[in-house]
């Protein structure tokens, strides 16, 4: 046997082992990326549910769901998460008014008819407003929002709902612009030109053929950005005013769940107490509100997938 056969014959094993060694050792990485979310995931839940036994221990779940004060910091204490609900579930409300059909037709357009060139500058610039601060924000709907809504609304307060969901609606703009363009040009293209070939025009393609073929993405970007806008704290915690309040009146103020664990987690309560552990049964609230919307966009997604 000649040197080059030998050589030949070690090689191959020796390089399938190495083959067969570096896909293990990508694949453990990728497992170790999963499960490092993973228990992330359960981890936080542990500690929320930990702590909110804790509360719930000294305040019954019945009295925390239906009682409509919430004043755990005051001499007459009530524990009823209502207003901190109404709160959040107002500027989501108004938010998504502002963000859903503003994001939905700038989609529209960027797919359907927007030039390369206005597309390739419109959605950066778009998805630029997502990398603003948040405190920019609150202090942009403060001091800037309010002003300009009260030569409208005279009556309309310094601190107030409306104008923080409006802001916090611009935030969300790029999650519903962005996601919604990318799932309709996805969208095959012999969609467009059958529809074309039927006499259609870009407008009817649009919106008869893309914007169905495209609902699953589309509903997915809906309730990334409720998901966004229910869970935004800077923005209410600055303009949207520090008193819990059972209002659906968006031109009044109220808190929301988050900012009020903002401004509970920065204040001098001593750790362990029942005020201090206020802030886990709110947080468990915001956790069980947001992964219900996440479920809720799951079965819808998963639905119009089936229907398309």
């Given at each position: 046997?000649?040197?080059?056969?030998?050589?030949?014959?070690?090689?191959?094993?020796?390089?399938?082992?190495?083959?067969?060694?570096?896909e293990?050792?990508?694949?453990?990485?990728?497992?170790?990326?999963?499960?490092?979310?993973?228990?992330t995931?359960?981890?936080?839940?542990?500690?929320?549910l930990?702590?909110?036994?804790?509360?719930?221990?000294q305040?019954?779940?019945?009295?925390?769901?239906?009682?409509?004060q919430?004043?755990?910091?005051?001499?007459?204490?009530?524990?009823?998460?209502?207003?901190?609900?109404?709160?959040t579930?107002?500027?989501?409300?108004?938010?998504?008014l502002?963000?859903?059909?503003?994001?939905?037709?700038?989609?529209?357009?960027?797919?359907?008819?927007?030039?390369?060139?206005?597309?390739?500058?419109?959605?950066?610039?778009?998805e630029?407003?997502?990398?603003?601060?948040?405190?920019?924000y609150?202090?942009?709907?403060l001091?800037?929002?309010?002003?300009?809504?009260?030569?409208?609304?005279?009556?309309?307060?310094?601190?107030?709902?409306?104008?923080?969901?409006?802001?916090?609606?611009?935030?969300?703009i790029?999650?519903?612009?962005?996601l919604?363009?990318?799932?309709?040009?996805?969208?095959?293209?012999?969609?467009?030109?059958?529809?074309?070939?039927?006499?259609?025009?870009?407008?009817?393609?649009?919106?008869?053929?893309v914007?169905?073929?495209?609902?699953?993405?589309?509903?997915?970007?809906?309730?990334?950005?409720?998901?966004?806008?229910?869970?935004?704290?800077?923005?209410?915690a600055?303009?949207a005013?520090?008193?819990?309040?059972?209002?659906?009146?968006?031109?009044?103020?109220?808190?929301t769940?988050?900012?009020?664990?903002?401004?509970?987690?920065?204040?001098?309560?001593?750790?362990?107490?029942?005020?201090?552990?206020?802030?886990?049964?709110?947080?468990l609230?915001?956790?069980?509100?947001?992964l219900?919307?996440?479920?809720?966009?799951?079965?819808?997604?998963?639905?119009?997938r089936?229907?398309?």
């Amino acid at each position: 046997m000649t040197v080059a056969k030998k050589t030949l014959l070690f090689s191959k094993p020796s390089s399938k082992v190495m083959r067969d060694l570096r896909e293990r050792a990508v694949e453990s990485v990728l497992f170790l990326a999963a499960l490092t979310s993973v228990a992330t995931t359960i981890a936080i839940l542990a500690i929320l549910l930990y702590e909110s036994i804790l509360f719930f221990r000294q305040v019954p779940l019945w009295k925390f769901i239906t009682d409509t004060q919430w004043t755990p910091l005051f001499d007459d204490k009530h524990y009823g998460i209502l207003p901190l609900i109404s709160g959040t579930l107002v500027t989501t409300v108004v938010a998504l008014l502002v963000a859903v059909p503003t994001g939905t037709i700038a989609a529209i357009y960027l797919s359907e008819f927007a030039p390369v060139v206005v597309r390739e500058v419109v959605k950066p610039a778009l998805e630029l407003l997502a990398g603003i601060p948040t405190v920019v924000y609150g202090y942009f709907a403060l001091l800037f929002v309010t002003p300009l809504l009260q030569i409208f609304l005279p009556d309309l307060p310094g601190f107030n709902m409306l104008s923080a969901g409006i802001i916090i609606g611009i935030m969300i703009i790029p999650y519903v612009s962005s996601l919604s363009e990318d799932a309709m040009r996805a969208v095959p293209s012999y969609l467009r030109e059958g529809s074309y070939a039927t006499g259609a025009t870009r407008l009817q393609t649009a919106l008869r053929v893309v914007l169905p073929a495209s609902i699953s993405g589309i509903s997915a970007a809906y309730i990334l950005a409720i998901s966004r806008a229910v869970g935004e704290t800077m923005v209410v915690a600055i303009a949207a005013g520090g008193q819990p309040n059972l209002t659906w009146n968006p031109m009044e103020p109220a808190q929301t769940m988050t900012a009020y664990i903002v401004s509970v987690s920065l204040g001098d309560l001593p750790h362990g107490s029942l005020e201090y552990e206020t802030i886990f049964a709110v947080g468990l609230t915001l956790l069980l509100i947001t992964l219900s919307f996440n479920i809720i966009g799951h079965f819808l997604t998963k639905r119009y997938r089936e229907i398309y």
